[in-house]
């Protein structure tokens, strides 16, 4: 087997479930998950309909490339979305099977081990960057997120020589898990840094239609492209969903966007990684790019839990105010964040993630996420305030 599968850390819900192993919540107390980040609210109707209308097409091969239907349907809604002159859909966009298996694939398609190949990931991360990279055989490189820095990677620490190894940058914003937006000054930064050392910035931006302020949508690393006039979108690729956009995780449906050369490299790795989606999943797809009501229903639904939510826990906890994306990031008392998940699931059976597992040892050999915890408030409004009421009579009776 691939040895460096020895490099790889349990993930963090293995890590949570050896927590709370032996623990027995009280029996009548329902369960209330706040850990995995996966929407609960309705799917999109019109992709499901769409999907059993086209049930018909599963006995056709797909191509690794998509229709040129689907591909046109998310260059107009990224052109839409992100105020950009256009996207080439031939040249410009790749339809994927989800953010989490593109990005996984496109580090081994993109990473030259024959030289320094370290990537760089924010810190805290989805654990699929680092993961990613160890098994093509690069190094990660963690950025740390702190508060006193917006919860975002400060670029200006990182020194010009430990840039020069750089390969790809990762970004995620909105952030998973603090929720922080990267601003367009940030990005354009990032881009500039790009072409002075030579490497590519990978863009997840799955959580960018999941924002509070509706006059204020998080901008991409596309839209900064824009401004700088670099509409041949060079060294940058972005990485979107349906997943948290659509309430379509099960879909498995995105697509990445951006250099055209770098579209094409991929497209030629994916066509013997044999990803293609499938035909009735793109015509999901179509039908859930072309819809906007839908996301703003949506979006009003996460702006009405986080106002709940926050007027129960804002007196109790501090958390940086919620931008976008559906997780609060609260800092726990007493700052361990095992222990305090590990007794709030003993004590009022709610689970919570840990920030220490999503972060890795950073400067002066700190976890970034340690002493914090994630709360995905994914589920209805009903389920996620008691689960908010719960946490708070936990910590009024520690306090």
Known sequence: MNPDLDALQPYPFEKLAALKAGVTPPAGLTHLPLTIGEPRHAPFAGALEALSAHLGEMGRYPATAGTAELRRTVAAWATRRFALEGLDAER???????????????????????????????????????????????????????????????????????????????????????GAVTPLEELKQLIQLADEYDFIVAADECYSELYLDEAAPPPGLLQACAELGRHDYRRCLVFHSLSKRSNLPGLRSGFVAGDAALIAAFRRYRTYHGCAMSLPLQHASIAAWNDEAHVRANRDAYREKFAAVTEILAPMLDFPAPEASFYLWPAVPG???????????????????????MGRPGAGGVNPGAGRVRLALVDELEATTEAARRLRRHVERHA
């Open 92 to 178: 410009q966009v790749l339809p994927v099977n989800g953010t989490r298996e593109a990005i996984f694939a496109f580090v081994q398609a993109a990473l030259d081990r024959t030289r320094p190949a370290r990537v760089a990931v924010p810190n805290p991360f989805y654990q699929i960057y680092e993961g990613a990279t160890l098994l093509a055989g690069g190094t990660p490189l963690t950025l740390d997120c702190r508060a006193e820095h917006g919860f975002r990677p400060d670029l200006a620490a990182v020194p010009a020589e430990t840039w020069r190894e750089v390969q790809i940058v990762f970004t995620c914003s909105p952030g998973n898990p603090t």
């Open 335 to 357: 700052g361990d964040d095992e222990a305090f998940a590990r007794d709030l699931y003993a004590e009022q059976h709610v689970s919570v993630l840990p920030g220490s597992y």
